[in-house]
């Protein structure tokens, strides 16, 4: 009886080891710093898997990974925690935290990937927010001709109008629309000191800059503007296309 009764045991323990989940998902963490080496605390950190796939026989390409992607926040230490992750390579980004800074993945500052395992937590991601330059871009629009899209919307009449920046090195970012007061929208980017930027305008609108020179669609233009307390100011203005 009592070797029956320890067989049992043995049975049942080694039945509820097998049914057991093993754990399927991994999890990263780091911590963000500033370009002196501070922590930096409220950031928005994002990440996303770098999905895998392959291509079927008409050369279409086919994801066999699921999206996986959402943001954490810093704490005070400037550190942060992704828990439940599924395995795979890991793009992540810290958010600016002041206008002047820079987006971690942007500027050629993007990383590698970070490999997340199964049953592992990989804790040693460094991200950094360098200082760059706050570009404010002000338009002039006194008869409400921007249509800016969906944070901005303009009257039915509105045109659309697109702020970017090229770099030297190639690199564009668009600048986008970040307040609007009576008859001004203002647009804004960091931009990094180690470059030389050019603004482009992309619009079916008249643009002129603050001398009153006309600003041709999809043309870079030197940003000539001194750097001020606030960064660089630009001012546009914009009017209905006399010959639309």
């Known amino acids: 009886m009592k070797e029956l009764l320890l067989c049992f045991v043995f049975a049942c323990a080694a039945i509820s080891s097998a049914a057991s ?6 999890s990263l963490g780091g911590v963000v ?5 501070q922590a ?23 994801f066999t990974d699921p999206i996986v992607s959402g943001w954490v926040t810093t704490a005070t230490d400037g550190r942060f925690t992704v828990t439940g992750l599924r395995p795979g390579q890991y793009a992540i980004c810290a958010l600016a935290k002041l206008p002047h800074q820079l987006h971690s993945c942007q500027w050629g500052q993007g990383g590698a990937p970070v490999k ?3 049953g592992q937590a990989t804790g040693d991601v460094r991200l950094v927010l360098r200082a760059g ?12 001709s921007i249509d800016a899209g969906d944070v901005f919307r303009g009257p039915p009449h509105a045109k659309r109008l697109l702020l970017g920046v090229v770099s ?32 482009v305008v ?10 009153g020179s006309p600003m041709p669609s999809k043309t870079p233009r030197p940003i000539t503007e001194p750097e001020g307390p606030n960064g660089i100011e630009v001012h546009l203005s914009v009017r209905p296309r006399s010959n639309p």
Request: avoid cysteine.
């Open 116 to 118: 997340v395992t199964a």
């Open 40 to 62: 930096v605390a409220g950031a928005d950190v994002e990440y996303h898997l770098l999905r895998t796939g392959r291509t079927d026989r008409y050369g279409r390409h086919i």
């Open 168 to 199: 030297d090195k190639g690199e564009y970012y668009r600048v986008h629309p970040v307040s609007k007061g009576p008859g001004v929208l203002t647009h804004g980017l960091a931009v990094p000191r180690d470059r030389v930027v050019k603004l």
């Open 202 to 211: 992309d619009t079916d609108l008249d643009v002129s800059d603050a001398a």
């Open 21 to 26: 989940p093993v754990d399927q998902t991994g």
């Open 133 to 144: 330059v706050r570009l404010n871009v002000h338009v002039s629009d006194p008869t409400a």
């Open 33 to 37: 710093l500033d370009d002196r080496a």
